[in-house]
């Protein structure tokens, strides 16, 4: 860090300094003096800084040494401390009052009381509704609490509530069903559900004696448990809540425990469960082959090992496994190509929207480990787009398998190969029916993205992580002084991002702002006036200096145009982190599937009803001047009614159609074939294409039906950008 203790120096303070593990010190992160956020919230900022300073992740006060993740570059804030405003507001509050309360009240396994008596009544079947049903415990914890939803909140409490209340005496949280530890998957439902109890306990509203009930149930559950932890299959997922406990209560055994199920399972080599992470696989970047949810969860316990422990071989190895889903599977939509194998990138690959929440919930520890903002740029496109793309806009429906390409999405459309021709890419609330995963898993994604968009750095300072419109309340500086700051953005319809500071009185500390890869020419303001641009590192640009009362800096981040290249003549386009999609205007029919959905929250089929069959007629090196961007006034609700547009050249492929397929054996007799969104047309019909007229494109994630990897039409086979991330 450069030298600079004068009030209006910049400079640069980097982050990501790893340290030796260490004691929290007693001046703040490990203290009880520990205040609802309400008392922030209300305005109240007059309250003694030295009761303020414990406003982050807290421990459990009864612990004697609690520890920090010392070779964490960034640190998580509190869920409740960033609070969304403006679109994300919006959207927050569409899921909250659709699937995200209701999802209970439509499908089963959701509907059931898993976690919260259906271990007594000798109905529990095998793992998988515990996992389901966890899902949405999470998401909906996490929802209540960065939103502020109280009903939603009370609602999901109940499950937390029973489950630690019937602790068995030797610790055992979860149901009877799967307490043997034998067999597949049979602590990997714990791993979700404990994460709900990780938020509550870490939640800004929670008391010191909530929170001491839940880390002290956690620790005994695992200290008590009698399960191998290092054996397939998913067991070893596990270590992120052992060290989430570890952290707050600094019970050595945890550590022991995490660590040596990481040695047990690379002894095993990964070469038993199918996640493919072997080292000498990792190391030689391998295209993957696995399953991609186990993969992405498996994938980054080195990184969170690392944190506590400074171990650079952990971080290596979640570093080089990440690797190799960027060089080998990426979408142009910023997940991989997962549905549900890593698999190819061709213009009818898609994902499982578990993929979606996991990968990016496994990202958000990669920016925490390295304090690199790359992770955030890819956090941000996964949920601007892939992520928006699978969910219905009203929150009443998500899709099980999402795909760039996807021109109809009935209840027969899947055109993957597991369950082809069934109705895994219809929107519904539960689009996996008995396979119940992403309904549930969903609704983790948004959430944590706000709870991830404010992290802590290690020299008091606050990092800017990821962007939307938010308020965060914590505190900054060496003595913890409370501060608010406000952000104000239309992002990512807009490229200006204002934050406004407000605290009792100046306070010193660095503010770092992520400066995307996307970004050519970023620039900086402060109290409206233009600022040299401090030098990037790691993809943060920090300002160091004294912050006043109302102090206001402003970030700028032009967009440019970019298209890709993608297999079999393919091409797309983006700006910014957006992707863009030529939409397709969807028939909607409602379907009321008993046990799956009802008439407030039915399925839906979406069938096309625009034209779609065009290809792109754009020459890359000429971009500038073929492709025209255009904004309007920011709209109310912009995944709706998106604020900007691009204009393209395009042309119409007339033998272009849907592909179809043998129709089931048990679909109606009047529906002697199946339609499925078809592969890219050939080069004959390409070369057939009508006359070029302009079409527009919106945001993929405004799109329910699209066409985002067009035929490459146009000329040239320079300048293509690298989409992959
Ligand atoms: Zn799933």
Redesign the pocket.
């Known amino acids: 860090m450069k030298d600079c203790t004068g009030s209006e120096c910049l400079s640069t303070t980097p982050l990501g300094d790893a340290a030796p593990p260490q004691r929290a010190d007693s001046c703040g992160f490990n203290r009880r003096s520990f205040l609802r956020l309400a008392v922030l919230g209300s305005g109240a900022l007059l309250v003694p800084c030295d009761l303020l300073e414990a406003l982050e992740i807290p421990t459990a006060s009864n612990a004697a040494n609690p520890v920090l993740p010392a070779s964490a570059a960034l640190r998580p804030l509190a869920p409740g401390a960033v609070r969304a405003d403006g679109w994300l507001a919006g959207w927050l509050g569409k899921q909250a009052d659709g699937l995200g309360y209701h999802l209970p009240d439509t499908s089963w396994p959701f509907s059931a009381p898993y976690w919260q008596g259906q271990e007594v009544n000798g109905q529990s079947e095998e793992w998988w509704p515990w996992e389901q049903k966890a899902y949405w415990i999470d998401g909906a914890t996490r929802l209540a609490l960065v939103t502020g939803d109280e009903r939603l909140l009370r609602r999901v409490q109940e499950p937390l509530e029973y489950t630690l209340a019937h602790q068995r005496p030797e610790g055992y949280l979860g149901p009877d069903v799967i307490r043997n530890p034998a067999g597949n998957f049979h602590r990997w439902p714990q791993t979700l559900f404990i994460r709900a109890l990780a938020a509550d306990a870490d939640a800004i509203r929670s008391d010191a004696a909530q929170r001491d009930a839940i880390v002290e149930a956690v620790r005994k559950h695992y200290l008590g448990d009698l399960a191998s932890y290092g054996v397939p299959i998913r067991n070893i997922t596990n270590v992120e809540d052992m060290l989430w406990c570890y952290e707050r209560t600094g019970d050595p055994r945890l550590l022991a425990m995490a660590e040596t199920a990481w040695a047990d399972y690379a002894a095993l080599g990964g070469k038993e469960d199918g996640a493919d992470l072997q080292a000498d696989r990792v190391f030689a970047n391998t295209p993957i082959d696995a399953h991609g949810?186990s993969y992405a969860e498996i994938a980054k316990q080195p990184a969170i090992l690392y944190m506590y422990t400074g171990r650079l071989e952990y971080l290596n190895f979640a570093l080089a496994a990440q690797k190799r889903i960027f060089d080998h599977h990426m979408l142009i939509d910023g997940i991989p190509s997962t549905s549900e194998h890593y698999s190819t990138v061709t213009a009818l690959d898609s994902h499982?929207?578990?993929d979606i929440t996991d990968h990016t919930w496994s990202w958000g520890y990669m920016m925490m480990a390295t304090g690199n903002g790359l992770w955030g740029d890819r956090v941000e496109r996964a949920c601007f787009n892939a992520g928006m793309g699978a969910i219905k806009k009203d929150w009443k429906g998500v899709q099980?398998f999402s795909c760039p390409n996807q021109f109809l999405a009935t209840q027969t459309s899947d055109h993957n190969a597991m369950n082809l021709g069934h109705q895994m890419m219809s929107y519904q609330p539960n689009p996996?029916h008995a396979?119940a995963?992403?309904g549930g898993?969903v609704h983790r994604l948004f959430p944590n993205y706000v709870i991830r968009m404010w992290m802590r750095d290690t020299q008091g300072g606050l990092a800017a992580a990821l962007y939307g419109p938010c308020r965060v309340n914590t505190t900054a500086g060496k003595d913890h002084h409370p501060i608010e700051i406000v952000e104000t953005t239309d992002y990512p319809f807009d490229e200006q991002i204002h934050f406004t500071l407000d605290m009792r009185k100046p306070v010193e500390f660095p503010l770092s702002l992520r400066i995307p890869g996307w970004c050519a020419q970023p620039s900086l303001l402060l109290n409206g006036q233009a600022q040299p641009l401090p030098a990037a590192k790691n993809r943060f640009v920090t300002l160091a200096r004294k912050f006043h009362p109302g102090d206001t800096v402003t970030l700028v981040l032009p967009m440019s145009t970019a298209v890709s290249r993608w297999p079999d003549n393919g091409a797309g386009l983006e700006r910014g982190p957006l992707v863009y999609s030529l939409p397709i205007k969807e028939q909607w029919t409602p379907v009321i599937e008993p046990r799956w959905s009802t008439a407030d929250f039915p399925s839906w089929n979406a069938e096309p009803a625009s034209v779609w069959n065009y290809g792109l007629a754009v020459d890359p090196a000429k971009l500038a001047d073929e492709v025209r961007f255009e904004r309007k006034a920011m709209t109310p609700d912009p995944w709706v009614d998106p604020p900007v547009s691009l204009i393209a050249p395009a042309q119409i492929i007339e033998s272009w159609k849907l592909a179809t397929v043998p129709a089931k054996p048990d679909a109606a007799a009047d529906a002697p074939q199946q339609h499925l969104t078809p592969p890219l047309p050939s080069a004959d019909a390409r070369r057939a294409a009508g006359p070029e007229q302009q079409v527009t494109l919106v945001p993929y994630g405004s799109t329910h039906l699209r066409l985002t990897i067009f035929p490459r039409l146009g000329g040239g086979t320079a300048g293509y950008a690298d989409a992959t991330g």
Do not use: N, P, R
Request: aromatic letters at 10%; glycine letters at 10%; proline letters at 0%.
């Open positions: 949810v499982e929207t578990c099980y996996g396979t995963c992403c898993d």
